[in-house]
């Protein structure tokens, strides 16, 4: 599946939104054009388009220039179903590899704050990689002028999500709006951005109905590396700002867990005879053939970071629980946990199993186990598997 990236303006009557001032048609036309084939609408999920699995998304000049996502459909669904609004406070504590947190960030269009963290510093790097790319952190996609900088604020922070309170310091925020506004007033930003845009309007076709502006484009979505002397131009700009106020309480929060990813396609095909992985090691990898009690410190992992995550939830806010895996332990059992936990031990609080509006609109089946939670499975819903569980905090 692809996603193609929408700006913070009205959809158009005929087409939805757009994004860099290039039409969707004009989009869909370039992808055409690189790799002969249409791409499919997916009706139940807005913005996204689907291609035949041959086809590479990442040889696409379009993903290159950051027009276009790569992620599941299934993965989308649930950032739309924890609906993230402008303005509001959102956290992923578990961001790697980033291409949902993108996502959140542009259904936020770039107002409010947004916090990602991992607690792997090798993802948390990779994570920001594509946050550079999109301009994620960066305030320019919700105001092209960039006059009033403190409608968002996005920071990628390493931390442990089993344990993380909100408090942090610059040594473990690997990269936030603050240095997107920084790196983006660089020289080497500004004449990059222009050889980008030249190169983007001679890619797309010259007739009037496709051709459309491409100014903004000199101000986003370009693949920004950081070489050695700009990590250290950083590093001294981070320091002279001080400590970073975060939230303590959020009005989203995402679980995206860590699980054993048997329901993940692009997982399971690793384990193929001639896969990267190799049929021998799916049972010791995702049943614990050789080690049986492996499996017990992932729940608790699993327990703890869906525990923390309801800590960190204002009462009232909703907190989306997510795995890709098919097993009853990884998902219902780890949320019945949580909904049967006491007050006292949820701070005076508790959890409650919310119903998903649009649930009925899309290919996903009722957990026979725990209705209320969602399973897509990848014969009917023709994407990876998933689970997902809303729940508020009242």
């Known amino acids: 599946f692809i996603r193609l990236r929408p700006t913070v303006s009205a959809p158009t009557p005929n087409e939805i939104e757009s994004h860099n001032n290039l039409s969707i048609d004009s989009i869909l036309f370039q992808i055409e054009k690189e790799v002969g084939v249409t791409p499919k609408r997916v009706p139940w999920l807005k913005g996204f388009y689907s291609l035949p699995q041959q086809c590479s998304i990442r040889k696409m000049s379009l993903f290159e220039d950051g027009l276009v996502h790569g992620i599941d459909a299934a993965s989308g669904f649930i950032i739309h179903a924890l609906d993230p609004k402008p303005g509001e406070s959102v956290l992923d504590l578990c961001c790697a590899p980033g291409a949902k947190l993108c996502l959140i960030a542009d259904l936020m269009k770039r107002q409010g704050c947004l916090v990602g963290l991992d607690a792997s510093h090798q993802r948390a790097q990779s994570c920001a990689s594509v946050l550079r790319k ?54 080497y930003r500004e004449k990059k951005a222009d050889s980008m845009s030249n190169d983007l309007e001679k890619k797309l076709p010259n007739d009037s109905e496709h051709v459309e502006s491409t100014s903004i484009v000199k101000k986003r979505n370009l693949k920004r590396k950081i070489n050695k002397s700009m990590r250290i131009r950083l590093k001294r700009e981070r320091k002279s700002r001080g400590q970073k106020q975060i939230p303590t309480a959020f009005d989203k929060v995402l679980v995206d867990a860590e699980c054993t990813h048997d329901g993940s396609i692009r997982h399971l095909r690793k384990y193929e005879t001639e896969g990267q992985w190799g049929t021998d090691a799916f049972a010791s990898r995702f049943l ?52 049967d936990q006491s007050k006292e031990s949820l701070g005076g609080h508790t959890a409650k199993l919310v119903e998903v509006e649009s649930a009925k609109e899309v290919p996903a089946t009722q957990s026979k186990d725990l209705p209320g939670c969602l399973r897509f499975e990848p014969l009917a819903s023709k994407t990876s598997g998933l689970f997902m569980a809303k729940i508020t905090k009242i």
């Open 288 to 339: 614990f053939e050789n080690d049986p009690g492996r499996g017990s410190p992932l729940k608790e992992l699993q327990r703890g970071l869906l525990l923390n995550a309801f800590r960190l939830l204002r009462p009232g806010g909703t907190l989306v629980y997510s795995t890709c895996s098919f097993c009853k332990a990884q998902n219902e059992d780890v949320v019945k946990w949580l909904l």
């Open 134 to 187: 999109y301009g994620t952190c960066s305030p320019l996609d919700s105001n092209p002028d960039c006059t009033n900088l403190l409608e968002w604020d996005c920071s990628l922070i390493v931390a442990d999500g089993v344990a993380w309170n909100g408090e942090q310091d610059n040594r473990t925020i690997i990269w936030d709006t603050a240095d997107d506004i920084y790196f983006s007033h660089s020289r």
